[in-house]
C-alpha cells in the first residue's frame, strides 16, 4: 500500500495508512497547509473546502514592481493552518522556526521549493531516531526569504500504527554565519480549539500526576529547562477530544525523542483555532550555524486515535517497542531484578552482599544488582563520584559476580556518569571539567552534594568513557543502571567560546547521548537501565538505548498505583522498571502485584522476609516469568478505572494471541457495601477463560459485559487482587 502521494493537479500532499490521514496544500503563496488530521477518508476535495469567509487574498507590496498585489489562491495568512510559520511578518501565532542574521534581522520566512518521497526513515545523526520497516516519508524542502537558508521538513507515515513523526533539519546555504534562535520539531495547526490538554506534572516521588484542563484562548505551555525532560512536567503530553475517554473518542497524543529542555505550547486567537508548536525549549538556547552547517532537531511524535484514550497508547507502546528502543534483547524475558540500594545503601562489605544474593535467590531473583557505593571513596554520597574504579577493599567484585554465576543469576552495576563530586580524584585533577566552572566564580550550586560534569565537552566523554570501558572490560556485567540524580544549575560551558554558550543544554544532551549510544553499540549484550533520582529523564530519548526507565523512587503502594497508571498513557509498561519494596503501606502480595505491571524487582533487605513473605513473593516471581513476557511485555493494556476518577484503579493487559490475561484491581480507601463490576476489554468473545479470583469459567463475552465481580468482600485501604485468565480448552 502506498503511504504518501501528491496530486500535483490539486497540489496536494496525502498521508494515509487506511485509518489515519494528513494532507497538506501548496499554496500560491508557496506556504504549506494543513489542510485536514484526522481519521482516514475516502475523498480530499480542494483547498475550498476549508477556506473560512474571511479569507482574503493576502494584500502585500511588491517592492520590484511598486504595486500592492494579492494571491489568487486566497487565504489569510494569520488564519491558515500552516507547517511552517513565519516569524516577524502579519501571522504572530508562533513560528516553530526562528532564524537571525548577520543584519540582525529576526525574520524567518520559509516557502515551499520541491519534495521527496521514499521509503524508510530520516537516520539523525548524533540523536535518537525512529526505525522500521513499512514507512514511507515525505521530505518538504522550503527556502527561507529573509536569509540564505534552507529547511528540511521530514513526515514520515507508518503503515501498521498510526504515528507520524516529524522534524525539521536547518541548513546555512549562503556564506555570512546564522543564529538559529528556535528550532521545533513540529507545527500542528487544528481548524477547532474543543479539545481538553492532559500533561503529566509532578515531583520527585511523585512523578506524573494527571493534570487535565480545557484548550483555551491565550498560550497553554508545557515545558522543562531544567537540562533534563524533568520530574516536574513529562515530555508525553495529549489532547482529548470534549467527552472522549479511553475507549471512544478522539485523542492526539505528542512526545519527543529528546532527553533535555523541551516546549509545548498550545496557542488558541480571535479564530478559535488551536495552534500547537512542540520541540526543544528556546531558552537560553542560540545556536550558530556556519555556512555549509546543519542543525537537526530531535524527532517529534504524534499519535492519533477516534476510538479513545487506550487506542492512542497502544501505538505509542507498539512505536516504542517496534520502531524506537535498539537493545538487542528487546523480544526476550527481561529478568526478576534485585537491587541492593533500599536493604543496605552504602553499609556492605562483600560477605553482606554475598548474603543478600543468597536470600534474594529465594524468592525469585534473576539478576542481582549492586547499586551505590562499590567505587572510589564512596562511603556516602558526598564523594567519589567520577571515580569510575573499584575499592577492592570494600568489595570483591569478582567473588560477588562468581557467586551469582554459581546460582544462575546474572549480575548488573550502577553508574552515575555525568557526575562529579568535588572529594574526588577525577575533580582534584580537572576542576574545569565542572559545568559552570569559569574564571571569577565566589560559589557553584550542588545537588546531593554533587556537581554536573560538562557533557558538552568533547574530553570530558571522553574521560567517562575510557573509565566504564575499563571496568567492562574486566568486569563483564549484564545490566547498568545509568543514573542522573541532579539537574542543570549554572549552564556554562569552558570548552565553548562565548558565542556558543547558547549551545550548553543541547550539548549536553549530545553529550549524553555520544557517551551511550557507544557504550550500547560496544557491548550490545548489556541491557541498560536509565535512571535520574527515579523518574526524572522518563523520555522516548532515553528509551532508545534504554529498554526500561526506573520510574520512581517511590514504591509505596499508595502513590505507586498513580504514577505507574499515568505513566502508561505515553508509554509500555515494559519500560516502567518497578519494585517491590519494604513499605509496611501494604503486604508483600499487594506490592508484588503492582510492581508486576512493570518490570517487576525487588529493594529490600531480602535477610528479613518472613518464610510467608518469601513464598508470596516467590509464587508472583514464577507467574511473572509465566505469563509477563506474553500477557504483559507483548501484551496490549486497557485501563478499566483511573485511580483521579475514582476510588479504585484497575487495569488489564491481553496477549496479542487473546488466550490469557492479567487484571490488577486494587483499592484506595476503606469501602464498606458496594458494587464493583469492572467489566473487561479485549478478549475474545467467543473463548472460554478460567480466572484464579473465584475459579469460574465463563466466555469472553461474559467478562465484556458483565464484568469481574470484586463486590464480595469488604476492601480495606489499597488492598489488591490480581487476577489471571488463561483460555479453558
Not at 631 to 646: D, F, M, S
Request: hydrophobic share 40%.
Amino acid at each position: 500500500m502506498k503511504l504518501i502521494a501528491y496530486d500535483e493537479g490539486k497540489r496536494l500532499f496525502v498521508l494515509d495508512n487506511g485509518r489515519f490521514a494528513y494532507t497538506i496544500y501548496v499554496n500560491d503563496a508557496g506556504y504549506l497547509e494543513t489542510v485536514y488530521f484526522g481519521a482516514s477518508r475516502a475523498e480530499y476535495g480542494d483547498i475550498d473546502c476549508v477556506r473560512g469567509a474571511w479569507e482574503s487574498a493576502s494584500p502585500h507590496y511588491d517592492v520590484a514592481r511598486g504595486v500592492e498585489l494579492g494571491y489568487a489562491d486566497k487565504f489569510k495568512s494569520d488564519a491558515a493552518p500552516l507547517e511552517i510559520s513565519p516569524h516577524g511578518v502579519w501571522d504572530k501565532r508562533g513560528a516553530p522556526v526562528i532564524l537571525r542574521g548577520a543584519d540582525g534581522a529576526f525574520e524567518t520566512d520559509f516557502r515551499y521549493e520541491s519534495y521527496r518521497i521514499y521509503a524508510g526513515l530520516p537516520a539523525l545523526e548524533g540523536l535518537p531516531h525512529a526505525h522500521g520497516e513499512g514507512v514511507e516519508t515525505l521530505e518538504l524542502t522550503l527556502r527561507d526569504r529573509a536569509h540564505d537558508a534552507l529547511l528540511r521538513l521530514n513526515l514520515s507515515l507508518f503503515a501498521d500504527k498510526n504515528v507520524l513523526v516529524k522534524n525539521v533539519e536547518i541548513e546555512n546555504v549562503g556564506k555570512e554565519p546564522l543564529r538559529v534562535l528556535r528550532a521545533m520539531s513540529l507545527q500542528l495547526d487544528l481548524p477547532s480549539a474543543d479539545y481538553d490538554l492532559v500533561h503529566f506534572c509532578g515531583r520527585w516521588g511523585k512523578e506524573r500526576d494527571w493534570c487535565e484542563n480545557p484548550v483555551h484562548d491565550g498560550v497553554q505551555e508545557i515545558s522543562s529547562n531544567f537540562g533534563r525532560s524533568s520530574a516536574d512536567e513529562n515530555p508525553f503530553v495529549f489532547l482529548k477530544a470534549r467527552g472522549a475517554d479511553e475507549a471512544q473518542g478522539e485523542a492526539i497524543g505528542f512526545n519527543l525523542i529528546y532527553s533535555g529542555n523541551f516546549k509545548f505550547r498550545a496557542f488558541v486567537g480571535m479564530y478559535r483555532a488551536l495552534h500547537v508548536t512542540y520541540g526543544i525549549n528556546d531558552e537560553d538556547f542560540e545556536w550558530l550555524l556556519a555556512s555549509g552547517e546543519r542543525f537537526t532537531a530531535p524527532q517529534a511524535i504524534i499519535a492519533y486515535s477516534d476510538e479513545g484514550i487506550d487506542a492512542m497508547s497502544a501505538a505509542l507502546h507498539r512505536f516504542v517497542h517496534e520502531n524506537l528502543n535498539t537493545y538487542q534483547g528487546l523480544g526476550e524475558h527481561r529478568p526478576v531484578l534485585f537491587n541492593s540500594w533500599e536493604g543496605c545503601y552504602f553499609d556492605f562489605d562483600t560477605a553482606r552482599i554475598l548474603a543478600y544474593i543468597d536470600a534474594s535467590h529465594k524468592i525469585g531473583t534473576e539478576l542481582f544488582v549492586l547499586d551505590d557505593g562499590w567505587f572510589g571513596a564512596r562511603s556516602d554520597d558526598s564523594r567519589g563520584l567520577g571515580d569510575w574504579w573499584v575499592n577492592k577493599e570494600k568489595v570483591d567484585l569478582h567473588k560477588v559476580m562468581a557467586h551469582c554465576k554459581e546460582l544462575g543469576m546474572k549480575f548488573g552495576i550502577w553508574f552515575e556518569p555525568e557526575m562529579v563530586d568535588f572529594d574526588s580524584d577525577l575533580f582534584r585533577a580537572h576542576p574545569e571539567y565542572t559545568l559552570g566552572w569559569k574564571e571569577g566564580r565566589t560559589e557553584l550550586t550542588l545537588a546531593r552534594h554533587q556537581f554536573h560534569l560538562d557533557f558538552a565537552c568533547d574530553a570530558v566523554v571522553e574521560n567517562i568513557y575510557a573509565q566504564m570501558k575499563a571496568f567492562l572490560e574486566e568486569y563483564h556485567v549484564d545490566y547498568i543502571k545509568w543514573d542522573y540524580n541532579r539537574t542543570v544549575a549554572e549552564h556554562f560551558s569552558n570548552a565553548l567560546p562565548p558565542e556558543r554558550q547558547g549551545e550548553v543544554y543541547h550539548r549536553l544532551v549530545l553529550g549524553y547521548y555520544r557517551l551511550i549510544g557507544r557504550l550500547t553499540a560496544e557491548y550490545p549484550h548489556i541491557m541498560f537501565e536509565g535512571c535520574a533520582s527515579g523518574g526524572g529523564r522518563f523520555d522516548l530519548g532515553t528509551m532508545y538505548y534504554c529498554p526500561q526507565i526506573w520510574c520512581s523512587d517511590e514504591s509505596d503502594p499508595a502513590q505507586r498505583m498513580d504514577i505507574q497508571f499515568n505513566t502508561s498513557y505515553g508509554y509500555p509498561l515494559s519500560a516502567i522498571a518497578s519494585h517491590v519494596n519494604d513499605s509496611k503501606v501494604a503486604p508483600y502480595r499487594t506490592k508484588a502485584a503492582l510492581a508486576l505491571f512493570g518490570t517487576y524487582g525487588y529493594e529490600m533487605n531480602p535477610e528479613l522476609l518472613t518464610e510467608e513473605e518469601i513464598a508470596d513473593l516467590a509464587e508472583t516471581a514464577e507467574l511473572y516469568k509465566k505469563y509477563h513476557h506474553k500477557v504483559i511485555a507483548e501484551g496490549t493494556l486497557y485501563r478499566l478505572r483511573a485511580p483521579h476518577k475514582c476510588n479504585y484503579m484497575c487495569m488489564q493487559s491481553v496477549s496479542q494471541d487473546k488466550t490469557a490475561s492479567l487484571v490488577l484491581f486494587m483499592n484506595k480507601l476503606k469501602e464498606g457495601d458496594r458494587f464493583r463490576f469492572v467489566r473487561l476489554r479485549g478478549l475474545d468473545a467467543e473463548k472460554r477463560y478460567r480466572n484464579d479470583f473465584d475459579g469460574q469459567v465463563h466466555t469472553g463475552e461474559y467478562y465484556m459485559r458483565v464484568g469481574l465481580n470484586f463486590s464480595r468482600e469488604w476492601l480495606q485501604e489499597f488492598d489488591c487482587r490480581r487476577v489471571l485468565l488463561t483460555e479453558a480448552k
